[in-house]
């Protein structure tokens, strides 16, 4: 996927990019929202050498989108359902209300795959084949 920007903040092969948010865009979670509305995407990687001002081209792998959404979304809910399942059984065979295991190995297990998938954030970011980079310096700035 490419989106363009402007670059606002330059440091050692990094640039942090206002975007221009396309309809095709959606909401990866990528970008942060600032406090007066602007779209910016931090950390893009630039091997091209962006200065303030220039307006961008940014490949976001697509790779990144997929992996994105199975990990937030279906990962958690799978092993919360596949902890209450176990919670369940658990409960009924330790003596205790079945519902009320299912629902503390739920949540156990739901909060579980979350830590998991802040984990896996942290080490796919570190991964150079899903940072998001810059591709082409469409217009220089004038400053």
Same mark, same amino acid.
């Given at each position: 996927?490419?989106?363009?920007? +402007?670059?606002?903040? &330059? =440091?050692? @092969? #990094?640039?942090?990019? =206002? /975007?221009?948010?396309?309809?095709?865009? @959606?909401?990866?979670? /990528?970008?942060?929202?600032?406090?007066?509305?602007?779209?910016? /995407?931090?950390?893009?990687?630039?091997?091209? $050498?962006?200065?303030?001002?220039?307006? &961008?081209?940014?490949?976001?792998?697509?790779?990144?989108?997929?992996?994105?959404?199975? #990990?937030?979304?279906?990962?958690?809910?799978?092993? /919360?359902?596949? $902890?209450?399942?176990?919670?369940?059984?658990?409960?009924?065979?330790?003596?205790?209300?079945?519902?009320? @295991?299912?629902?503390?190995?739920?949540?156990? !297990?739901?909060?579980?795959?979350?830590?998991?998938? =802040?984990?896996?954030?942290? +080490?796919?970011? !570190?991964?150079?084949?899903?940072?998001?980079? &810059?591709?082409?310096?469409?217009?220089?700035?004038?400053?």
């Amino acid at each position: 996927m490419h989106e363009r920007g +402007k670059v606002i903040t &330059v =440091r050692d @092969g #990094a640039v942090d990019v =206002r /975007m221009e948010v396309s309809a095709a865009c @959606g909401g990866c979670t /990528m970008c942060a929202r600032g406090a007066n509305g602007e779209t910016v /995407m931090r950390d893009v990687l630039d091997t091209l $050498g962006s200065t303030v001002g220039d307006t &961008v081209d940014i490949v976001i792998p697509d790779t990144v989108r997929a992996k994105a959404a199975a #990990a937030v979304f279906i990962v958690p809910v799978a092993c /919360m359902l596949a $902890g209450y399942l176990a919670g369940f059984l658990l409960g009924g065979w330790l003596g205790i209300a079945p519902d009320v @295991g299912g629902l503390v190995v739920a949540l156990l !297990s739901a909060n579980i795959a979350v830590l998991g998938v =802040r984990f896996a954030e942290r +080490k796919v970011a !570190s991964n150079g084949r899903c940072t998001p980079k &810059v591709d082409a310096i469409i217009a220089r700035s004038h400053g």
